[in-house]
């Protein structure tokens, strides 16, 4: 089973989404942004995917400058708890499924969690092919 964290609107979120339905999958979709997090499920999406709060803290378009929370000196705490009151401060999307978690960010980052891999070439919105990891294009 794939779990997308997904903003309906982020291109990003869609892209990945996209991407994981055309390997023949169809993801656990969340909406975060409805949704929320809790504290515990979003320590339990950073350990797995290897990333502190301030890693998954969404710098660009977002309020994080607002609260104070760019600081060196903010906590994990602090950044926690302001992604649970404000869930959009979580970059996305996050994908969770057996072979790991990861924040898919840029879009390529989900092909390492998929079973299968989708046919090419793949294209993102705004019509930028997708590369695997390797840089190579899909065919």
């Keep these: 089973m794939i779990v997308i964290h997904h903003n309906p609107g982020c291109g990003t979120s869609r892209n990945v989404l996209n991407i994981i339905r055309a390997s023949g999958a169809e993801p656990v979709v969340i909406d975060y942004l409805?949704?929320?997090w809790t504290?515990?499920?979003?320590l339990a999406l950073f350990a797995a995917a290897g990333l502190t709060p301030r890693d998954a803290l969404r710098?660009?378009?977002?309020t994080a400058a607002e609260p104070g929370l760019?600081?060196?000196?903010t906590s994990d705490d602090a950044i926690l708890d302001a992604m649970v009151r404000h869930p959009a401060l979580v970059n996305r999307p996050i994908v969770a499924s057996p072979r790991g978690v990861r924040l898919c960010r840029p879009s390529e980052r989900v092909l390492p969690l998929?079973?299968?891999l989708p046919p090419g070439p793949l294209c993102k919105e705004d019509g930028q092919m997708i590369p695997n990891e390797k840089g190579e294009i899909l065919v």
């Design 70 to 73: 760019l600081g060196d000196d």
């Design 114 to 116: 998929l079973d299968r």
């Design 39 to 42: 504290r515990p499920q979003l």
């Design 34 to 36: 409805a949704e929320g």
């Design 59 to 62: 710098v660009t378009e977002s």
